[in-house]
């Protein structure tokens, strides 16, 4: 069984530019996550999806962040304008549907702004 | 709101020998998880040991083992007869229990771990 997969592994971009990331859940699993790390500070919650509906969204920073689920399948977080204090590692993870379910984690995403 | 803390930020063992890391929580809930996972250079996060609140019992993995005081609100690891694949940067989590509506995980900053040869 695959794992969760996020794409890409690491990005550079320009403060004020747009950056998409991408996570593909264990396949079948219904719930998906995002959280970040930003240097030296706790891996933070940043919101919830159960299939394609946001089930809560309460760490999402601003409105420079978007998250989507179209399908119920993979997930994009989309940072538009990104800013320097967005610069981290962004983590997805999934759990399937059910009381008690672990979440399982990708690599991360390394994101760089300059 | 609840908050873990991990007050090392690193810390070094002899491979072979024992290392407690410490982690301490606060919340106002009865019923959680607690969890320790695990995170090489390679990135990929891995859940190393997991805890339920409702339970005296202190969960063992293999090597891995954890001292959780509800009262004190403490919840630290073990990890006994270190090895190499050890090295990593470890993280310790809750997660209430209420169920799926509020199942998002609290991290701490995390305590990288070295193993010295």
């Known amino acids: 069984e695959a794992g969760v997969t996020q794409f890409p592994s690491h990005s550079v971009i320009e403060k004020g530019q747009t950056v998409t990331l991408r996570c593909d859940p264990i396949s079948g699993h219904d719930n998906l996550y995002w959280y970040r790390r930003v240097m030296g500070k706790e891996i933070k919650f940043l919101l919830h999806?159960?299939?394609?509906?946001?089930?809560?969204e309460s760490g999402m920073p601003n409105n420079r962040f978007l998250a989507e689920r179209t399908g119920g399948t993979y997930s994009t977080l989309k940072v538009q304008p990104a800013e320097l204090e967005d610069s981290g590692v962004y983590f997805c993870?999934?759990?399937?549907?059910?009381?008690?379910?672990?979440?399982?984690f990708g690599d991360g995403t390394r994101l760089s702004i300059l | 709101a609840q908050t873990v803390t991990q007050s090392q930020p690193e810390m070094s063992v002899q491979e072979a020998e024992t290392v407690t890391l410490s982690c301490t929580y606060d919340t106002s809930e009865s019923d959680y998880y607690l969890f320790w996972y695990k995170q090489p250079p390679s990135r990929q996060m891995i859940l190393v040991i997991r805890q339920e609140a409702y339970k005296q019992q202190n969960a063992t993995e293999n090597r891995f083992s954890v001292n959780f005081q509800k009262a004190a609100k403490s919840f630290s690891l073990k990890i006994s007869d270190s090895q190499l694949g050890d090295a990593a940067m470890y993280f310790c989590a809750y997660r209430s229990a209420r169920g799926s509506r509020d199942d998002k995980i609290i991290f701490g900053k995390g305590t990288r771990l070295h193993i010295l040869p």
């Open positions: 999806f159960v299939k394609e509906s946001k089930q809560d």
């Open positions: 993870a999934s759990s399937s549907f059910g009381y008690d379910q672990p979440q399982h």
